[in-house]
């Protein structure tokens, strides 16, 4: 699951990879960036948009990184991210743990019901959630070029 437009507005799309599905640079660029995100993107954010990604090797591939300095009107390439650059990103600092601790209340039986959860979970998500995740931003930074892009979180 990936999702689409974090910002004080509301994400608004969540986007699922297939079942099953390899993800590679092909997948990656084909069908999860040229057939879904980009798309989802551009409605969320019009012509303002900055995109970072993690150092994943599918966003590190040679034509992924082609793809998205020529679609996307500011791209940080993977060479000026720091190497702990999650830690900077709302998602994965402090969204993904508030959905995982509601979705896996329960045990989850399948895929399908995996998937399910998360719509449910994102749909009750708290406007103060997101906030309180994009305003802990500009602290982690400062945090990040303190520890000159290394582990930081020990600062915070």
Known sequence: MVSVGMSKLR??????????????????????????????????????????????????????????????PVFISPDLRPPNSQDLNPVDYKIWGVMQDRVYQKKVKDV???SERLVKVWAVMQQ?????????WRRRLRACAWARGGHFEYLL
């Open 128 to 136: 103060n959630v997101i906030d309180d995740a994009i305003d802990q």
């Open 11 to 72: 994400c608004t799309h969540l986007i699922f990879v297939d079942p099953g599905a390899k993800i590679n640079g092909c997948y990656n660029r084909e069908v999860l960036l040229n057939q879904q995100l980009l798309t989802a993107i551009r409605q969320v954010s019009g012509d303002f948009l900055v995109l970072h990604q993690d150092s994943a090797p599918v966003h590190r591939a040679r034509e992924t990184i082609k793809l998205l300095q020529r679609e996307t």
């Open 112 to 114: 399908n019901e995996l």
